[in-house]
């Protein structure tokens, strides 16, 4: 079935150290998702990528959509205790046919730890 | 304006008692979404709604139920509860509109099943 890896699975970094994550596919995409979720929260959207190639920006979060449709990565910039949380990638779940009713797949998400 | 509630938040039962989770939305959105999230294993859909009135199976919609009988609620039930029903669950909604997947997320409910 569809799957998304994220990589890596957890990391523990020092406050003010920028972040990359990825996520890739095995199926091509034509829609990306970022979503952060803090302890004790739902997830929160925090980027939307709907275009291969396209590099959105929001506040300190760069987010790609990778030209070959199966990849898109994260990057935090000057990272600072409150980026803490797991970060998940999601994008449309597959169809045999017809619409997919914006059922989407998630990866198993990063768990970012910032020590100040 | 609220968004996607969820109620109650947190809930411990006995195995084989039954219960119904409750998420409200007050974007006026058409689809709806029910999730249980568990360790190291993401975000997997039990049932989803694409309007009122209707419902339809996810990934995972063995032991549960929903209804929806009004646009602004989702209903989950568990009628027999399982230890393996143990879980965080989360309701998202999502407005139909063009190509957006954009699903918006409950705080969620914590259910310990004893």
């Known amino acids: 079935g569809q799957q998304l890896n994220q990589s890596p699975q957890s990391m523990f970094i020092q406050e003010g150290e920028d972040v990359s994550m990825n996520c890739t596919s095995s199926?091509?995409?034509?829609?990306w998702l970022w979503y952060k979720q803090e302890p004790g929260e739902g997830p929160v959207l925090l980027i939307a990528?709907?275009?291969?190639?396209e590099l959105t920006s929001n506040g300190r979060l760069t987010a790609q959509f990778g030209i070959t449709r199966k990849d898109s990565f994260l990057n935090i910039s000057a990272s600072i205790p409150s980026d803490v949380g797991i970060y998940f990638c999601a994008g449309p779940a597959a169809r045999a046919g017809g619409t997919s009713y914006g059922k989407l797949t998630f990866g198993q998400g990063t768990i970012l730890t910032v020590h100040p | 304006n609220a968004g996607v509630t969820q109620t109650p938040k947190f809930r411990v039962l006995k195995t084989g008692q039954s219960m119904t989770l409750l998420c409200a939305q007050d974007m006026n959105h058409e689809y709806m979404y029910w999730y249980r999230q568990d360790p190291g294993m993401g975000l997997r859909l039990i049932h989803y709604?694409?309007?009122?009135?209707?419902?339809a199976k996810g990934e995972v919609p063995d032991g549960y139920n929903v209804s929806r009988l009004k646009k602004q609620n989702f209903l989950l039930g568990l009628e027999s509860a399982a230890p393996s029903q143990t879980s965080v669950y989360f309701c998202a909604s999502r407005i139909e509109f063009g190509s957006s997947y954009e699903q918006y997320f409950g705080p969620g409910t914590r259910l310990t099943v004893t």
């Open positions: 709604s694409v309007g009122e009135g209707t419902t």
């Open positions: 199926s091509i995409f034509n829609t």
């Open positions: 990528l709907y275009k291969a190639g």
